[in-house]
């Protein structure tokens, strides 16, 4: 009896692995495709070597898991923050804007809106919520003051002060 039921667990075991096994595409084995990859990587991409303060403008890149690479854009400061929804991707970027690569890789980008009085500072996040509503987070400058700030679809809702030593 004892060799009837390992027989039988072994042979689902063996049924499992099979069913569960990577199915080929049926594509190619090419590894520079770039078409199947659910995960992508943002950030920064400079055209040569440098350090510091001397390095030429940056480039806004989106790789895959395949390795290939989107060109998004010219940054001077660079995407500090990412975030997805509904197969895009949303880029924060430091030079006071944010970037959107639709499914189709088309590219939108969007500039941070500030009112008479307020400056530019700092980008330091990106949200989406459930309805594709956009919001920015960092700082802006006012009379030589910082203030944390967020943005909604690119307008500034918000600027606020907190008596703390770090930011909010």
Excluded at 110 to 122: A, I, T
Aim: charged share 20%; aromatic share 10%.
């Amino acid at each position: 009896m004892k060799k009837i039921l390992y027989f039988f667990l072994i042979s689902c075991f063996s049924l499992t692995i099979i069913s569960c096994a990577k199915k080929s595409s049926g594509g190619s084995d090419n590894p520079s495709s770039c078409n199947n990859s659910k995960a992508s990587i943002v950030g920064n991409a400079v055209t040569e070597k440098c350090s510091g303060t001397d390095c030429p403008v940056s480039k806004v890149v989106i790789w895959d898991l395949d390795g290939c690479m989107i060109d998004v854009g010219e940054s001077v400061m660079g995407a500090v923050d990412a975030a997805s929804h509904n197969n895009s991707i949303y880029i924060a970027d430091d030079g006071g804007f944010y970037w959107i690569v639709g499914a189709d890789n088309k590219i939108e980008k969007h500039q941070l809106n500030y009112p008479s009085g307020y400056k530019e500072s700092e980008v330091t996040g990106i949200a989406v919520n459930s309805i594709g509503d956009v919001y920015v987070a960092g700082m802006v400058r006012k009379n030589s003051k910082e203030y944390t700030a967020y943005w909604k679809n690119g307008e500034l809702v918000k600027a606020f002060r907190e008596n703390a030593d770090w930011y909010s």
